[in-house]
């Protein structure tokens, strides 16, 4: 077994969970570890383009849900006290007052510093998400890969 | 320490929570790990039985707990996008058109692969839940025997 | 790798899983596991001083979040059935009717078998809480401390 390495599942898509998951995941590689995020369910709306993209081939239900569900980081609610929108704003502002690096940023040094993000390619089949609609530089796997990088990680979280 | 173990406390009592959790053990099952899932709180819910069992001795708040909480895999709600209960439903279609296994499949791939559900006594306690309420074929412990396999698992995730 | 070292993150503040989160701490502990719980964003919640202390230097942001934000375990709400707030006082009644341990006496049971309680330092300055507002006894951190922790842990969950 490998004590640098780390992996955390996304399923949770809002914007306070997303911020703890990158906050750990840059922490660790910062640490030098090997760090993977898998992103699932409502977690890979932390990954949609802000943008409208056109696709094809969606069911009238995938298309409902694809409208429905948030497009990036930018959009994603609270999970306590989101007032309709109003409360992720707040807290936006009081992090930016704080010098807490944003949501878009952390994601940004994520990437810069080589943390895997992997798409679960089940949850987009349900949720109607292709990878034309998520950011760029994504791996698409299924559990299996998943567990394949839990057994030779030390720490392992579900958020 | 074995390095094919698995734990999953499953807390929650959302449909889409529930789901994660079972697409996670019997992936890990699949690859003949043993997986032990611990059902605690609301994540009992998905172990009950979908009829209305008679029970005695319930205190007047533990049968309204019980008459509030849903009976089982299909009434489950989910964490986002619900609905009033139209979310769920949603959901199981864009799944059934995906070809995903549904729950309660997931859920008897799990007993099949002999994936261990063990119910929290402590929780029965305070939900006024009886083991005749629930499906067969479960074990009935306390933390204590959580953490003896916690501590021998090499993934243990709380979803 | 020692396996006796376990920890948690306690994101949420829901009355029910800061009970799953101080459990899973008490049984650990008893079993002479060292464990430490790390609180970050609304887990910190259940660390505040039931009243209200007087702080200087806050932003207006920060008053806010402070006043809507539940001032320790006796203002906790449920995470389903919440019902305004009734849900979290006919738990309480049914655990005590049950014997199950009360929140509070959990938490004192997990100071007193040595349970490290950390606060995340940068959830508080973004919820613009003070080491004042909060009870006795904690220690001050940032996510370098957790994963240190975690690393040298065989346990480590985030509820």
Request: contains cysteine; hydrophobic residues 45%.
């Amino acid at each position: 077994m490998d004590t640098t390495k780390k992996t955390i599942i996304v399923f949770s898509g809002e914007f306070d969970k997303v911020m703890a998951a990158f906050i750990i995941a840059n922490g660790a590689a910062a640490m030098d570890d090997d760090v993977t995020m898998f992103f699932t369910f409502w977690g890979l709306n932390s990954l949609r383009k802000p943008e409208k993209v056109d696709t094809k081939g969606k069911s009238p239900l995938q298309k409902a849900f694809g409208a429905m569900m948030p497009r990036g980081p930018g959009r994603l609610g609270l999970s306590h006290m989101n007032f309709g929108g109003v409360g992720p704003k707040l807290m936006r502002r009081v992090m930016r007052d704080q010098k807490v690096m944003p949501l878009e940023e952390l994601i940004a040094t994520a990437r810069e510093q080589g943390v895997r993000m992997v798409a679960c390619t089940m949850s987009m089949d349900v949720m109607g998400l292709r990878p034309e609609e998520l950011v760029d530089g994504l791996e698409y796997a299924g559990v299996a890969t998943y567990l394949g990088d839990a057994d030779a990680a030390n720490v392992n979280l579900f958020i």
